[in-house]
């Protein structure tokens, strides 16, 4: 069970200096965002930075590590500001869930009852180098691994992180069924993370036991590994 880690950021990164590649993936997000909004979070800090809210006709706001939440403007979020946002991004899928190609960023849309996107949560991603060292024993001994916690302490990138020690260091055939993108990030390129792992994509949510079978059957021998990201309501 996991229950250290605040958004997939350690306490202890917040104070390190953040490495070039993770600004530059960083910015590819803020820049999407209107202006003044993305100036903002750049002055109000990039260290810590879990995501940045937008929801039609409030206040856009900033949520970091540790619980921290700022205003970032005080003009209040516009049907403009939000279709600025969607137009820049890849296409909703019926989880609502949208990203960026090539990278680990998730937006997530809430509709109104007419399906229109009134609000959106645009969560940074990254991928933390050594964050699946707490459970190395048993990913070296190839046992079914179960990981729990509440939402945003870390299992996404343990697991993203799990991958990549598999396929390059452990040197076995990995298969990802990704069902939302968030281990091997948007479009139809994995980000870097997973290493040589393979991806394969859900395309609705309740298709993702059907690619698993195909994953099984079709892309993997009996000493590959398969990982799965699924969500509990």
């Known amino acids: ?14 104070h390190a200096p953040m490495p070039e590649e993770t600004y530059a993936e960083q910015e590819l997000l803020l820049a999407r965002l209107p202006a003044r909004i993305a100036d903002a979070a750049r002055e109000a800090g990039r260290a810590g930075l879990i995501e940045v809210v937008l929801d039609l006709g409030r206040i856009p706001t900033a949520r970091y590590s540790g619980g921290r939440e700022i205003t970032l403007t005080d003009s209040e979020v516009s049907e403009q500001d939000i279709d600025q946002v969607v137009s820049q991004v890849s296409e909703f899928g019926e989880d609502n869930r949208a990203g960026i190609p090539r990278t680990l960023h998730r937006i997530s849309a809430i509709r109104n009852r007419r399906g229109r996107i009134v609000g959106l949560t645009c969560r940074i991603g990254r991928s933390v180098s050594g964050s699946a060292s707490v459970i190395r024993d048993l990913i070296d001994s ?44 948007d ?8 290493g040589r792992a393979r991806r394969m994509q859900v395309r609705t949510p309740h298709l993702q036991h059907e690619v698993m079978i195909e994953a099984v059957e079709k892309h993997t021998d009996r000493k590959s ?3 799965n990201s699924s969500h509990l309501g």
């Open 225 to 227: 590994t398969r990982l």
């Open 1 to 14: 069970c996991l229950s250290d880690w605040s958004s997939d950021v350690c306490s202890s990164d917040l």
């Open 187 to 194: 479009g139809d390129i994995p980000h870097h993370g997973i």
């Open 142 to 185: 190839g046992k079914s691994v179960l990981l729990l916690g509440p939402p945003g302490v870390g299992k996404t990138t343990m697991l993203r992180e799990a991958a990549r020690v598999l396929a390059d260091d452990l040197h076995k055939r990995v298969v990802i069924v990704d069902s939302s993108n968030e281990i091997g990030g």
